[in-house]
């Protein structure tokens, strides 16, 4: 199986799998820099980060067709009910999967400020900074109206940053959970099988099209639908 994914892949992957559980996502959000005269290279400033995805889940949200209700990933909304859940996604294809470096330094707010204040749920200053400092120290931040996670999807935890309280989603468990949950319960609704539509992403397709195959045992779909994901989002040489 190959070590490194390619990251465009990983992070597009990412952004489905975000939609199929309800989560409106704005992409590859740049932290803008030009206030900062020192980063200024060739008549461009460098930004000081830029985040993969940034997604919101409504409140109320659930999706239904007919009699059932679409199922998703417990790990991603557990506890989201009636409160706005908001993901910071870093999707990470390689072996190194720490945090990217403006979230390993919680002496420099200024970026995360930067996201929070864009989110728009907090109007004060007050309010921005102490939610950005949570993330910060937390990589999380909950109250009655909403949470903020960090969350970064990879082929595996770094112990370290797991252990201080960064949310990491394998994606292996993903992948899994798409063939053994989210495609098997339409069959299980006797619906039919689960819905493949053009316009979603390569990837997605392929697992949902592993996941139709009934006459495969359900572990036996998820390891070829996995091996499928590590083809097709495979780093080129």
Same mark, same amino acid.
Request: with cysteine; glycine share 4%.
């Given at each position: ?52 995805? +940034?997604?919101?889940?409504?409140? &109320? ?15 991603? +909304? ?43 749920? &907090? ?26 996670? &960090? ?39 006797? +619906? ?46």
């Amino acid at each position: 199986m190959p070590e490194q994914l390619d990251s465009a892949k990983v992070e597009e992957f990412v952004r489905w799998f975000l939609r199929l559980n309800g989560y409106f996502g704005i992409e590859s959000f740049i932290v803008h820099a030009a206030d900062d005269p020192t980063r200024i290279s060739n008549g461009m400033i460098a930004p000081h980060t830029e985040t993969d995805t +940034i997604a919101v889940r409504m409140p &109320y949200s659930k999706e239904i067709a007919g009699s059932l209700k679409i199922a998703n990933y417990p790990r991603l +909304i557990a506890n989201s009910d009636q409160r706005f859940d908001v993901v910071i996604a870093e999707a990470k294809g390689g072996d190194d999967t720490r945090p990217n470096p403006v979230w390993r330094d919680c002496r420099v707010d200024y970026p995360v400020k930067y996201i929070v204040r864009f989110i728009g749920l &907090y109007e004060s200053e007050a309010e921005v900074t102490a939610v950005a400092k949570s993330l910060l120290t937390k990589y999380c931040y909950e109250d009655e109206k909403c949470r903020f996670r &960090y969350i970064v999807f990879s082929k595996e935890a770094n112990p370290h940053y797991a252990s201080r309280g960064v949310t990491y989603l394998d994606l292996r468990d993903i992948v899994n959970f798409l063939v053994e949950v989210r495609g098997q319960c339409w069959i299980e609704e006797n +619906i039919g099988v689960a819905s493949i539509h053009h316009q979603w992403n390569p990837l997605v397709r392929e697992i949902f099209a592993v996941a139709n195959n009934q006459s495969v045992p359900g572990p036996q779909r998820s390891e070829r639908a996995y091996k499928r994901f590590l083809e097709l989002a495979a780093k080129a040489a």
